[in-house]
């Protein structure tokens, strides 16, 4: 019976890893893409009308969102920055979808994609999708450079969440610019899942993991899409953070800090005025000379 259970969970897993992106996987990450674009446009702007004022640069904006892990990545290794966009099979499904969802009559495809059972399902797709391509990111890496551990990992990361780091680029196309919120400043649970998942992937590259390459790819889908669940439904967004917060408070100067105020709140204030002569304050002799005169 555990053989059985073993050998079906091996068989998903490498069917996983075989299966091509496009159309499915591909086609669920443009609509979440777009969407995004979409929503930030109507939550910054107040409208949702700048896609029909200017259609190339929204257009252009959501391109580099779809794109957005491939971009970065070739960024990193050399590649020229162009390379995603060869395939044009790519850019007509990645054009079609912004096209439906931003001029579909009564935004009525947005609103089918936004549509509880069917967003939960594109989530679960984005997720798979997000886990190949942290993959095969690590795995390019890794033949490129491999003793560049750094580097193997940051293009794992680019993979996975691009298109969070991109933002900051495609809004400055859309005419936005806030460089206070970008990844690096505030990083999301996505792209800290994308850390640990290309650590753990770059562990069983060399060998230091003590279970198989199937096993881990299918906990890394499991583990994205478990805490996708959990945010959509019971509300936890980020995990990590109370293992941050303890992190911080003990080896980032946090522990330090609460002590350095704690000894410090209980010395005395110092007065601000110094006593005359006579024992009353300066401040106070110059209020009655002015009365007095």
């Not at 790519?90 to 054009?95: E, G």
């Amino acid at each position: 019976m555990m053989s059985d259970i073993s050998s079906t969970i091996m068989e998903v897993s490498k069917t996983l890893q075989r299966v091509n992106m496009y159309p499915f996987f591909d086609a669920a990450h443009y609509i979440l893409m777009c969407s995004i674009v979409k929503e930030d446009t109507a939550q910054s702007a107040g409208t949702s009308a700048f896609s029909r004022r200017h259609p190339f640069a929204c257009w252009l904006a959501s391109m580099l969102m779809c794109f957005s892990g491939s971009i970065l990545g070739n960024l990193l290794i050399g590649e020229p920055l162009v390379t995603p966009f060869k395939h044009h099979r790519d850019i007509l499904l990645a054009t079609a979808i912004w096209y439906v969802i931003n001029y579909f009559p009564f935004d009525l495809a947005y609103k089918v994609a936004k549509f509880a059972p069917v967003h939960l399902v594109v989530c679960i797709v984005k997720e798979v999708h997000r886990t190949r391509k942290i993959y095969d990111g690590v795995g390019v890496a890794y033949k490129l450079y491999p003793n560049a551990y750094l580097i193997v990992i940051a293009i794992g990361v680019f993979k996975g969440s691009g298109y969070l780091e991109m933002r900051l680029f495609e809004r400055l196309i859309r005419g936005i610019w806030i460089p206070a919120s970008n990844e690096f400043l505030q990083p999301s649970f996505a792209t800290k899942a994308s850390v640990f998942i290309s650590l753990a992937f770059l562990l069983e590259k060399i060998g230091n993991v003590p279970s198989t390459h199937e096993n881990i790819f299918l906990g890394a889908i499991m583990f994205l899409v478990y805490f996708k669940l959990s945010s959509m439904i019971i509300g936890i967004h980020d995990p990590f953070l109370p293992f941050e917060n303890i992190f911080c408070s003990l080896f980032l100067g946090g522990l330090a800090d609460a002590l350095k105020r704690a000894t410090t709140s209980g010395k005395p204030i110092q007065a601000s005025a110094a006593p005359n002569n006579n024992g009353s304050s300066s401040t106070a002799g110059k209020t009655k000379e002015k009365k007095n005169e």
